[in-house]
């Protein structure tokens, strides 16, 4: 059982903004959050670094944010290919590297 | 660019032991702040992450499996390795290696390996 939480699934339309919450304790708190993107098949791919660094290559319709013990990843102009799996994690001083238990987002 | 590739048996029997290989290219696994990780993928589910080493050797597990694992690492053969000892149907799972900057990001990723737990 993780000590982040995210909701099981979110949805929304082309070109609308979506948004996924990572909450968890003190893990969130004094510790960096990063925001993976897992397709079927396809290994993660790393979204959001440093709570809301982007890799280079990201798109920047994707953001990430933190504030207190909870994080934020925000998707805007949802695409058909942003259909996919996505994870919140974050170090824990107790149990090591700690993941979200993911949420499907879903584009209708 | 650092790439990542796991290579191991597809399938072991229970109570046997899980040894997989993560062999780095393009960068050496001794350079920079980094250090390497495993995770875990169990079918249907979430990502678990199993442990991690430094280029020291130096290590930190998953409390929950760290009395059935060992990570280790050769920096001769840009590799590092996991073994899991007395594995059940419970460890049936797609295993990732990573590069980990602690406290921070996991990236990249190798690609992944089916590791089914059967007789």
């Known amino acids: 059982q993780s000590v982040l939480s995210q909701p099981p699934s979110a949805s929304g339309a082309p070109g609308q903004r979506v948004t996924i919450s990572c909450s968890g304790s003190?893990?969130?708190?004094?510790?960096?959050v990063s925001w993976y993107q897992k397709l079927p098949g396809a290994a993660p791919k790393l979204l959001i670094y440093?709570?809301?660094q982007r890799p280079s290559g990201v798109p920047d319709r994707f953001s990430g944010s933190k504030s207190g013990t909870s994080a934020s990843l925000a998707i805007s102009g949802l695409r058909s290919e942003d259909e996919a799996d996505y994870y919140c994690?974050?170090?824990?001083?107790?149990?090591?590297?700690?993941f979200g238990g993911g949420t499907k987002l879903t584009v209708l | 660019q650092v790439q990542l590739q796991e290579s191991g048996p597809g399938r072991v029997k229970p109570s046997q032991t899980l040894s997989l290989t993560c062999t780095v290219s393009?960068?050496?696994?001794?350079?920079?702040?980094?250090?390497w990780s495993w995770i875990r993928q169990h079918p249907g589910k979430g990502l678990e992450w199993i442990g991690y080493?430094?280029?020291?050797?130096?290590?930190y597990y998953n409390p929950s499996l760290k009395s059935r694992l060992t990570i280790s690492i050769d920096t001769s053969k840009n590799q590092f390795s996991l073994n899991l000892n007395s594995v059940t149907a419970a460890d049936t799972a797609v295993y990732y290696c990573?590069?980990?900057?602690?406290?921070?990001?996991?990236?990249?990723w190798g690609q992944g390996t089916l590791v089914s737990v059967s007789s």
């Open positions: 990573a590069r980990d900057l602690h406290n921070d990001y996991l990236d990249p």
């Open positions: 393009g960068g050496s696994i001794s350079s920079g702040d980094y250090y």
């Open positions: 080493i430094s280029s020291s050797g130096s290590t």
């Open positions: 003190s893990s969130i708190g004094t510790n960096y």
């Open positions: 440093k709570n809301d």
């Open positions: 994690a974050a170090w824990d001083d107790s149990l090591g590297r700690q």
